[in-house]
């Protein structure tokens, strides 16, 4: 893929005597902790293979020139340093626009040329945007010898989504695909950013993700209401228990002070401390090597996103009670944001294509239009691509 691209960006941008680099930065699946990171909890998500691909290089008129392959239709963005505000009319580009602003230095003289290609499906709750700012964090740390290292990267990332984007998230997206090392899970503490890499030794089983391919026009929405509900909960809390986030609250003293909270406070409460909970047991159950228990935490986790939390919906209901009912499944709940987008599977191999033949089918008969699947490989964080060729002109 990459001599292709680089083909491309010379068709594209032309030749001239400076290096070309690549770079890749994964998209993200959430295995568990759903809607915990920005209550301060534990989230526990691996970095994807399939991501963003930048090739970039310096140029000399200090124009800086951002293109898509995803988006070709838009053409080549360009816009000078004094023109990096948010502006609708660029759309995705707005997204390396905000980390560019956040991290070109002021003095530098040369632009930059980029061509952007993603394969991480559009919509699909599996950090997208997270994915191209730090793809163009880390070719902008290398190209500008910035010296940053990762994590800071990480949150300027997402401080990028929350001021620059105007989205509220939190930072587990940008920390799972900054961080992300092959093979392995991340155990975050998002309020402390504390974290630990746990060996995800699947064996004969893997991650399989399903796409409900619903637009998601309530999420963002839902989301908002979702978290405001929770600090509106936890500003409650304050007054009878030392906590600094919903993520330090046990489930004893939930129970305790439950009374000082609205019906609608409750239940969103409950999930977040409960799956706070689910989250730290799954970690010990990936330590131990102990699947079953991880699927089934899994299970409850959906179940508690489902009733509590209320960010499922019938398209992502449909697909995960069909994949509890399949034989070769381990465990299934939705992952990300809710109201559409992905379920995360870990089916045993050799059922893998009944699995998908078997629960696409029910859930096309369910529901009027197929889903998309996808055989998940663990891959590494953002990072400069080191490979023979690399630099050709």
């Given at each position: 893929?990459?001599?292709?691209?680089?083909?491309?960006?010379?068709?594209?941008?032309?030749?001239?005597?400076?290096?070309?680099?690549?770079?890749?930065?994964?998209?993200?699946?959430?295995?568990?902790?759903?809607?915990?990171d920005y209550n301060g909890g534990y989230v526990l998500p691996c970095s994807l293979h399939i991501g963003t691909y930048a090739v970039a290089r310096l140029n000399d008129d200090g124009i800086i020139r951002l293109y898509s392959k995803n988006f070709h239709e838009d053409g080549i963005v360009s816009v000078t340093?004094?023109?990096?505000?948010?502006?609708?009319?660029?759309?995705?580009?707005?997204?390396?626009?905000?980390?560019?602003?956040?991290?070109?230095?002021?003095?530098?003289?040369?632009?930059?040329?980029?061509?952007?290609?993603?394969?991480?499906?559009?919509?699909?709750?599996?950090?997208?945007?997270?994915?191209?700012?730090?793809?163009?964090?880390?070719?902008?740390?290398?190209?500008?010898?910035?010296?940053?290292?990762?994590?800071?990267?990480?949150?300027?990332?997402?401080?990028?989504?929350?001021?620059?984007?105007?989205?509220?998230?939190?930072?587990?997206?940008?920390?799972?695909?900054?961080?992300?090392?092959?093979?392995?899970?991340?155990?975050?503490?998002?309020?402390?950013?504390?974290?630990?890499?746990?060996?995800?030794?699947?064996?004969?089983?893997?991650?399989?993700?399903?796409?409900?391919?619903?637009?998601?026009?309530?999420?963002?929405?839902?989301?908002?209401?979702?978290?405001?509900?929770?600090?509106?909960?936890?500003?409650?809390?304050?007054?009878?228990?030392?906590?600094?986030?919903?993520?330090?609250?046990?489930?004893?003293?939930?129970?305790?002070?439950?009374?000082?909270?609205?019906?609608?406070?409750?239940?969103?409460?409950?999930?977040?401390?409960?799956?706070?909970?689910?989250?730290?047991?799954?970690?010990?159950?990936?330590?131990?090597?102990?699947?079953?228990?991880?699927?089934?935490?899994?299970?409850?986790?959906?179940?508690?996103?489902?009733?509590?939390?209320?960010?499922?919906?019938?398209?992502?209901?449909?697909?995960?009670?069909?994949?509890?009912?399949?034989?070769?499944?381990?465990?299934?709940?939705?992952?990300?944001?809710?109201?559409?987008?992905?379920?995360?599977?870990?089916?045993?191999?050799?059922?893998?294509?009944?699995?998908?033949?078997?629960?696409?089918?029910?859930?096309?008969?369910?529901?009027?239009?197929?889903?998309?699947?996808?055989?998940?490989?663990?891959?590494?964080?953002?990072?400069?691509?080191?490979?023979?060729?690399?630099?050709?002109?």
């Amino acid at each position: 893929m990459d001599n292709d691209l680089i083909m491309d960006f010379i068709n594209l941008f032309g030749d001239n005597d400076k290096k070309l680099y690549t770079f890749f930065a994964p998209g993200r699946v959430n295995l568990i902790g759903e809607h915990t990171d920005y209550n301060g909890g534990y989230v526990l998500p691996c970095s994807l293979h399939i991501g963003t691909y930048a090739v970039a290089r310096l140029n000399d008129d200090g124009i800086i020139r951002l293109y898509s392959k995803n988006f070709h239709e838009d053409g080549i963005v360009s816009v000078t340093k004094d023109e990096l505000a948010y502006d609708e009319r660029h759309g995705w580009a707005n997204y390396p626009k905000g980390i560019i602003q956040a991290l070109m230095p002021k003095g530098a003289q040369n632009g930059i040329d980029v061509l952007y290609y993603g394969n991480i499906p559009n919509g699909a709750g599996l950090s997208s945007s997270a994915s191209i700012e730090l793809v163009t964090a880390v070719m902008l740390n290398h190209l500008f010898q910035l010296n940053i290292e990762m994590l800071e990267l990480v949150k300027t990332s997402q401080q990028v989504e929350n001021e620059y984007i105007g989205v509220n998230c939190g930072i587990m997206d940008q920390f799972a695909v900054g961080m992300g090392k092959a093979g392995h899970a991340l155990l975050l503490d998002c309020q402390t950013l504390q974290y630990e890499y746990l060996p995800l030794s699947l064996e004969d089983y893997s991650i399989v993700i399903a796409n409900t391919n619903k637009k998601r026009g309530l999420a963002d929405s839902a989301y908002n209401e979702r978290r405001a509900t929770c600090e509106q909960a936890l500003a409650k809390l304050k007054n009878y228990v030392r906590i600094h986030s919903l993520g330090d609250l046990t489930i004893e003293q939930f129970h305790k002070y439950v009374h000082v909270l609205s019906p609608l406070e409750q239940k969103r409460v409950r999930h977040v401390v409960s799956e706070n909970e689910r989250t730290k047991q799954a970690a010990l159950a990936l330590r131990q090597g102990d699947l079953h228990t991880f699927g089934q935490l899994m299970r409850q986790s959906h179940e508690s996103l489902r009733d509590d939390y209320e960010v499922t919906g019938k398209e992502l209901d449909t697909l995960v009670e069909t994949a509890w009912k399949h034989e070769g499944t381990i465990g299934a709940r939705m992952t990300g944001a809710g109201f559409g987008g992905c379920t995360v599977n870990i089916v045993k191999d050799d059922h893998i294509p009944s699995f998908i033949e078997e629960v696409g089918r029910m859930y096309e008969m369910e529901i009027g239009y197929a889903p998309s699947f996808y055989v998940a490989k663990i891959g590494d964080g953002a990072k400069r691509l080191k490979k023979e060729g690399e630099d050709m002109q």
